[in-house]
T-cell receptor, first 111, second 115 residues
Framework: QKEVEQDPGPLSVPEGAIVSLNCTYS??????FMWYRQYSRKGPELLMY????GNKEDGRFTAQVDKSSKYISLFIRDSQPSDSATYLC???????????FGTGTKLQVIP | GAVVSQHPSRVICKSGTSVKIECRSL??????MFWYRQFPKQSLMLMAT?????????EQGVEKDKFLINHASLTLSTLTVTSAHPEDSSFYIC???????????FGPGTRLTVT
């Protein structure tokens, strides 16, 4: 079993839709959670970073963490064609320990 | 957020030659940098953790004599692919963390093609 599971998609939604991206994990040592956006042939860009259960909002993006269920989500409101990319979840126990990435979900927002 | 650059962005080399990729943190000092490899439609695979002033820590299955890492300063780490072969063709990405933080900031990546 992989430490981090993420549906690879692709996920196709119409412009303006609410998008829900999810990851599950098995390692209870993970305490810090991140979401990255990666456009084709580019390096990942950090979108959200959180370390506590609950919701964290930044503009159209909301990161949700449920440590009891080992489940994290990223919600994108009012999705735009420019949101079309691959979204990677990432997590780590903290300190300088290795960050483990999900396989990424490819999102396509159709105008 | 912190800015990390990589050079070159793309390189084509002949089989048997060596290629050096640079990773720089532009607006902060990074005691630790990370090197990843990404195959098409796959996630990031950590190759090694680069610590300033000391030897890199390689992940299991990564040949340290083939992928030489040097972290000579707090803002620069280099990855040298020695005696490159076509199977080394991939997208190589570095990342760095600001001191005392956990989140990593990534460079734009280097696409290596070995012919």
């Amino acid at each position: 079993q992989k430490e981090v599971e993420q549906d690879p998609g692709p996920l196709s939604v119409p412009e303006g839709a609410i998008v829900s991206l999810n990851c599950t994990y098995s390692n209870s040592a993970f305490q810090y959670f991140m979401w990255y956006r990666q456009y084709s042939r580019k390096g990942p860009e950090l979108l959200m970073y959180t370390y506590s259960s609950g919701n964290k909002e930044d503009g159209r993006f909301t990161a949700q963490v449920d440590k009891s269920s080992k489940y994290i989500s990223l919600f994108i409101r009012d999705s735009q064609p420019s949101d079309s990319a691959t979204y990677l979840c990432a997590m780590t126990p903290g300190g300088y320990q290795k960050v483990t990435f999900g396989t990424g979900t490819k999102l396509q927002v159709i105008p | 957020g912190a800015v990390v650059s990589q050079h070159p962005s793309r390189v084509i080399c002949k089989s048997g030659t060596s290629v050096k990729i640079e990773c720089r943190s532009l607006d902060f000092q990074a005691t630790t940098m990370f090197w990843y490899r990404q195959f098409p439609k796959q996630s990031l695979m950590l190759m090694a953790t680069s610590n300033e002033g000391s030897k890199a820590t390689y992940e299991q299955g990564v040949e340290k004599d083939k992928f030489l890492i040097n972290h000579a300063s707090l803002t620069l780490s280099t990855l040298t692919v020695t005696s490159a072969h076509p199977e080394d063709s991939s997208f190589y990405i570095c990342s760095a963390s600001e001191p005392g933080t956990t989140e990593q900031y990534f460079g734009p990546g280097t696409r290596l093609t070995v012919t």
